[in-house]
Nanobody, 117 residues
Framework: VQLVESGGGLVQPGGSLRLSCVGS????????MRWYRQAPGKERDLVAG????????NYADSVKGRFSISRDTAKRTVSLTMNSLKPEDTAMYYC???????????WGQGTQVTVAS
């Protein structure tokens, strides 16, 4: 399982970013996909998740209404669209894939998001 994130960067408060995670080496439709984030000195927290078939999504309370997770099985990609970004959204964002049959999970290397004026 290989996961490669992209799309992070520096953005002003109120701005938007779209993160992408491309998977390889596994059957994409067999995996629940999630985005986590970790700020310096803090724990890694779940941001959003999407079921393996894409019909169910869930979000942390702190991002509901601002972030949207989606997946494209043909492109083997899960995306996180982030709007109305706040300084407290600053963190390293990680993609995580969970096999629905084995429960085994795999992490990407992360992409940095910095929200500052």
């Amino acid at each position: 399982v290989q996961l490669v994130e992209s799309g992070g960067g520096l953005v002003q408060p109120g701005g938007s970013l779209r993160l992408s995670c491309v998977g390889s080496g596994f059957t994409f439709s067999n995996y629940v996909m999630r985005w986590y984030r970790q700020a310096p000195g803090k724990e890694r927290d779940l941001v959003a998740g999407i079921s393996n078939e894409g019909g169910t999504t869930n979000y942390a309370d702190s991002v509901k209404g601002r972030f949207s997770i989606s997946r494209d099985t043909a492109k083997r990609t899960v995306s996180l669209t982030m709007n109305s970004l706040k300084p407290e959204d600053t963190a390293m964002y990680y993609c995580f894939a969970i096999n629905v049959h084995t429960g085994r999970g795999s992490w990407g290397q992360g992409t940095q998001v910095t929200v500052a004026s």
